[in-house]
């Protein structure tokens, strides 16, 4: 019985990027671990300024010779590493939870329109060649396929900056690097970011109501619907990879685009 317990048991991890533990980032964390835990999930953490987590890609992240001494290419470098189980502890380690995740939670403030460096740093060094992606298998077809992973983030500004008409323009916008280029880069199913905007100028009630929306949305968000990206297969390879002939068809007569970067001049995606 425990045996098949374990089996279907599900496994988060948050992926978390703040340095004060008493933020109200870390209070959405404790939400996260505290809600899932009671759903029955395994929760992993990685606390990366607590951890000290290093993000800047180097050679040390590969333990021994390199492939090419001589002229250092990192995503080779770490690929081959990956393979052969010589790459740095820390990454491992990060591996290693990841490869368990069902669902990946990153947990950040907003930092100049972006996540914080700490947490672009962990990008970098664990989604490497191999491992996430390869020029074979990227997108849907991303060796991170299958997983499911979350922005919660926080912000400063408030939520009307973040429209098409607001002074920082749309938040959809704004995530499309992180959201499509990267996590759906690595085959990962993106789900609709979870942004609370200028906790700091909320009262306690409104971010007790913040907290309690996080963790309602976190009780069923294993059966919410991702985002919709096009499938890598609506690209020519043939033509550098833009949109086949026969894509570029199927949209003509829609009035809105297919996605928010891919939006063809047309309304953004329903
Ligand atoms: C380098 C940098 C760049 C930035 N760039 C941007 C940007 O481009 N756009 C933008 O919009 N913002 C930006 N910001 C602002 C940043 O996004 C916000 O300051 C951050 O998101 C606020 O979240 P926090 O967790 O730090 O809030 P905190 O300031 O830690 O918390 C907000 C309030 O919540 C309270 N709190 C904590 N725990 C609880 C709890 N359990 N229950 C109730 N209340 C609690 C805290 O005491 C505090 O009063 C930037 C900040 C930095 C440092």
Request: proline residues 6%; charged residues 25%.
């Amino acid at each position: 019985m425990y045996k098949k317990f374990l089996e279907t048991q599900k496994t988060a991890l948050i992926v978390y990027a703040h340095p004060e533990p008493k933020s109200f980032n870390a209070a959405l964390r404790d939400t996260a671990v505290k809600t899932l835990k009671a759903q029955g999930y395994n929760v992993l953490v990685s606390d990366l300024y607590a951890q000290h987590f290093q993000p800047v890609i180097s050679k040390t992240d590969i333990i021994g010779e390199l492939g090419d001494p001589k002229h250092f290419n990192y995503p080779n470098e770490v690929g081959a590493a990956y393979e052969k189980d010589s790459l740095s502890l820390d990454i491992k380690q990060e591996i290693e939870k990841l490869k368990m995740a069902d669902l990946v939670i990153f947990q950040f403030p907003m930092q100049w329109a972006s996540v914080p460096a700490i947490l672009k740093g962990w990008f970098e060094r664990v989604l490497i060649k191999d491992f996430a992606f390869n020029f074979l298998n990227m997108f849907d077809e991303g060796l991170l396929k299958g997983k499911k992973c979350v922005l919660s983030m926080t912000t400063g500004s408030p939520g009307g900056m973040f429209t098409p008409n607001g002074l920082l323009g749309d938040l959809d916008i704004i995530l499309w690097p992180i959201q499509y280029c990267t996590l759906r880069g690595c085959g990962f199913d993106v789900l609709k970011p979870h942004c609370i905007f200028s906790p700091a100028y909320a009262d306690d009630k409104q971010r007790e109501e913040m907290l309690n929306a996080w963790g309602n949305r976190l009780k069923n968000i294993l059966t919410e619907e991702p985002l919709i990206f096009p499938s890598i297969s609506n690209f020519d390879a043939n033509k550098g990879f833009v949109m086949s002939d026969n894509y570029v068809e199927e949209q003509k007569n829609k009035e809105n685009g297919p996605s928010v970067g891919h939006h063809l001049g047309k309304k953004m995606p329903l």
